[in-house]
């Protein structure tokens, strides 16, 4: 019996099989496809669909003459961000823990600042943002999609600098000398469209993390609104809650 997710069949499947595959021991084959679809209850198509997403996530691998038969997705770090001590991104914190940090920028532009963007900023319907789109990997591996927006009359150099490497965060205290001072996090669930999917490796309608988050500076006022939709398989959302006097 496969245990109900939200979302096209394949999603239930590969989500049953993940958890099947893990309790078995590395170079266990799996039964055959017909075997399978039997099993679950779906075409052939949707199996390979649910195995595909597997295959490109480290769980299985095909062998040509041999079949599908289960490994173990290399160790990867995880996705960490820090906000109690400082307001650190993922390019500093990861690399403090010693991860090879990879950054392709996107897309980097001025535009008209969309409506919930500049609600989050407190922006007029009029204002410019400097938009900043980078895909993020872990040693080598794709681990999220950044997306990330700035008042452009109050930091128009954005546009410009170089973010294939660094973070973003420590760019605007060295630029600009900005007070991030907190920051405000919703963490919600999205499922992969297929441009973003191709980017991250998993298939199109995967469940993707989603963690929004608006800096601020020590009298309130918003800098920095991003969102980024990360592979939940290699990552993980940390909150540290600190009580202090203040």
């Not at 979302?7 to 170079?27: D, I, T």
């Amino acid at each position: 019996m496969v245990s109900p997710v939200t979302g096209p069949k394949y999603l239930s499947v590969r989500e049953h099989l993940r958890r099947r595959v893990a309790a078995l021991p590395e170079h266990t084959l799996l039964p055959p496809e017909p075997v399978l679809c039997a099993e679950y209850g779906v075409s052939r198509i949707t199996l390979r669909r649910a195995v595909d997403g597997l295959v490109a996530d480290g769980h299985l691998v095909r062998e040509q003459g041999r079949g599908t038969y289960v490994t173990r997705p290399a160790i990867r770090h995880e996705y960490r961000e820090s906000f109690v001590h400082r307001i650190a991104g993922f390019s500093s914190v990861m690399s403090e823990q010693g991860a090879q940090v990879g950054t392709k920028v996107l897309t980097q532009r001025i535009v008209p600042a969309p409506s919930t963007v500049a609600a989050e900023l407190s922006l007029d319907g009029a204002a410019d943002v400097v938009e900043l789109e980078r895909l993020r990997s872990l040693d080598g591996e794709p681990n999220h999609v950044a997306h990330s927006f700035l008042p452009a009359d109050r930091y128009a150099g954005a546009v410009e600098a170089d973010f294939s490497e660094g973070s973003l965060y420590d760019f605007l205290r060295r630029e600009y000398q900005a007070d991030l001072a907190t920051a405000r996090i919703v963490v919600d669930v999205g499922t992969a469209a297929p441009d973003e999917a191709d980017l991250l490796r998993v298939v199109a309608g995967s469940p993707l993390l989603v963690v929004r988050t608006t800096v601020r500076d020590s009298s309130g006022h918003p800098l920095v609104h991003s969102f980024s939709r990360l592979r939940p398989d290699v990552s993980q959302v940390e909150f540290e809650v600190s009580v202090t006097g203040r």
